[in-house]
Nanobody, 123 residues
Framework: VQLQASGGGLVQAGGSLRLSCAVS????????MAWFRQAPGKEREFVATIRWSDDSTYYTDSVKGRFTISRDNAKNTVYLQMNSLKPEDTAVYYC?????????????????WGQGTQVTVSS
């Protein structure tokens, strides 16, 4: 399984970016896709997840109302639309895949990882 993340960049506070994660190598009929992020000097943290079977979503509190995770079955791609970006959203963003059907938000619960894409929000 390969996950290819893209879409990061430099944006001013209040701006928007859309990250993409292309999945190849297998299809997931159940389980989850997720986005995590890691800021300099900090641990990798959960951002959002979407369940393959029914598009059910779950977000960390700090991004609720600003970020939206979605997927395109035909393209086998997951997106993270990020609006109203803040400087504290600056991080490397990683997409991840989980085979198990149970919701999880920890790094160790995810089986496959993409390479990360840098998001920098200037004040």
């Amino acid at each position: 399984v390969q996950l290819q993340a893209s879409g990061g960049g430099l944006v001013q506070a209040g701006g928007s970016l859309r990250l993409s994660c292309a999945v190849s190598g297998r299809t997931f009929s159940r389980g989850y896709m997720a986005w995590f992020r890691q800021a300099p000097g900090k641990e990798r943290e959960f951002v959002a997840t979407i369940r393959w079977s029914d598009d059910s979503t779950y977000y960390t509190d700090s991004v609720k109302g600003r970020f939206t995770i979605s997927r395109d079955n035909a393209k086998n791609t997951v997106y993270l639309q990020m609006n109203s970006l803040k400087p504290e959203d600056t991080a490397v963003y990683y997409c991840a895949a989980r085979v198990d059907y149970r919701l999880a938000t920890t790094v160790t619960s995810y089986d496959y990882w993409g390479q990360g894409t840098q998001v920098t929000v200037s004040s």
